[in-house]
C-alpha cells in the first residue's frame, strides 16, 4: 500500500448538513489515502472531528467510519422520529418554494426567533448532551496525537476562543454548537459560550505551524457563491444566514492569499511559521445548494443518509480530480477567489 498523505482537515458548521461531511469523510477514510494529523473545526464540525478522533484511536480507518455512523444515528435520534415512521415522503411533498412562501411558516420562524431559551427552556433541556456523551469517547480523544481545534464564541468578551484536544469535552462541544435562540449559553471555566462559527466557522490559524503538513482539506457546509439575488423574504434569511457564517472564513482565507501575493512579489520575506500552505476543499455549493436554513434543523434518516450518499460522491470527484495534487501543490485559486 502506497504511503498514505499527511492533511489537516477543517470543518465547517451547519447543523444537519453536517451530514454531508460524513458522507465526505465516510468516502475519505473508505479510499485510506490520507492521514489526518489535526483537525480544525466548528459546530457540527466539531461533532464529526470528535467522533472522528474516537474512532481513529479505536480502529484506525474503519473506526473513524463506524463512530461517524454511530454520531448521525445518535443525531437522528435525538432529534425525535416521526412515530409513524419516516417523513421523507411528506418532505418531498412541500417543495422549498411552498414552504418559504407560506406566512404561516415565516410567522412561526419570527416567533421561534423572538423567544428567549432562558423562557421556553428554562431546565435547559440540551438533546445535544446526550448525542455527544453517546458517539464521543472523550478520554480516547484527549489522549490523541490528533491535533483538535474546536472553536466557541465567548459571549461577555465577544471573542472566539479555541479549545485545543487536552480540552476537549461535552462541554466544549455543545459550547461550539450553541445556537443562542435555541439553548442557553454553555458555561465553561466562568464564560458563557454560543456557537463557534460566529467568529470562527473553522479557524485555520491553529494550522499554519511548521510542524503540521502544509496540505489543509477545508470541508465547508454554506454555498460561498449564489447565481441569483434572494428576492423572497426567507430565502433573504436564507442567503444572509449563509454569508454571515462562511464571514470569519472567508476573511482569513483572504489574509492567506493576501500574504501569498506579497511573498510571490517579493514584498514579503517567506517565513518560517507560514512554510507552504496548500489549500483544497470540497465544496457544498453545488450539493447542498438548493437546501433552505431550516433544513439544517431537519435530523429524519432519509434526509440525513441522502446528505451521507452527496458527500460520497463530492468526495469521488475530489479524490478523482484532486487527490494527486496534495503535497505537491493547493488546488484552490486563493487570489482568484478571495482578492
Keep these: 500500500m502506497a504511503k498514505r498523505k499527511p492533511v489537516c482537515l477543517a470543518l465547517q458548521g451547519g447543523g444537519s448538513h453536517g451530514a454531508f461531511q460524513w458522507g465526505v469523510l465516510d468516502r475519505l477514510f473508505e479510499d485510506d489515502r490520507i492521514e489526518v494529523t489535526a483537525v480544525t473545526a466548528a459546530s457540527a464540525g466539531a461533532m464529526n472531528a470528535a467522533a472522528l478522533v474516537t474512532g481513529l484511536e479505536k480502529g484506525g480507518n474503519e473506526g473513524a467510519r463506524i463512530a461517524l455512523d454511530h454520531l448521525w444515528h445518535e443525531v437522528n435520534q435525538s432529534g425525535g422520529r416521526n412515530v409513524f415512521g419516516s417523513s421523507g415522503q411528506w418532505l418531498q411533498s412541500l417543495t422549498k418554494q411552498w414552504v418559504s412562501d407560506n406566512p404561516l411558516w415565516q410567522a ?64 466544549v462541544l455543545m459550547a461550539s454548537a450553541c445556537l443562542p435562540h435555541m439553548f442557553q449559553a454553555v458555561r465553561i471555566d466562568g464564560e458563557d459560550y454560543w456557537d463557534g462559527g460566529y467568529l470562527a466557522n473553522p479557524a485555520l490559524y491553529p494550522l499554519f505551524e511548521d510542524k503540521q503538513p502544509h496540505d489543509i482539506l477545508l470541508l465547508p457546509l454554506n454555498p460561498f457563491r449564489r447565481d441569483d439575488t434572494p428576492q423572497q423574504s426567507a430565502e433573504i434569511m436564507d442567503r444572509l444566514n449563509e454569508i454571515l457564517f462562511n464571514a470569519p472564513l472567508v476573511a482569513e482565507l483572504r489574509s492567506i492569499a493576501f500574504v501569498q501575493r506579497l511573498i510571490e512579489e517579493g514584498r514579503l520575506q517567506r517565513g518560517e511559521g507560514w512554510g507552504e500552505i496548500r489549500l483544497h476543499a470540497i465544496p457544498a455549493d453545488q450539493w447542498l445548494g438548493d437546501l433552505s436554513l431550516a433544513s439544517k434543523l431537519d435530523t429524519e434518516w432519509r434526509f440525513l443518509t441522502t446528505l451521507k450518499d452527496k458527500g460520497r460522491e463530492a468526495a469521488n470527484q475530489w479524490l478523482e480530480g484532486c487527490f494527486a495534487r496534495v503535497g505537491k501543490s493547493t488546488t484552490i485559486d486563493l487570489q482568484a477567489e478571495f482578492l
Design 108 to 171: 412561526g420562524q419570527t416567533l421561534a426567533m423572538s423567544m428567549s431559551p432562558y423562557a421556553f427552556n428554562p431546565f435547559n433541556l440540551n438533546p445535544l448532551k446526550r448525542v455527544v456523551e453517546s458517539a464521543v469517547d472523550f478520554a480516547a480523544v484527549r489522549a490523541s496525537s490528533v491535533q483538535m481545534h474546536i472553536s466557541a464564541t465567548a459571549v461577555q468578551s465577544g471573542k472566539s476562543r479555541i479549545f485545543e484536544t487536552k480540552e476537549i469535552s461535552p462541554e
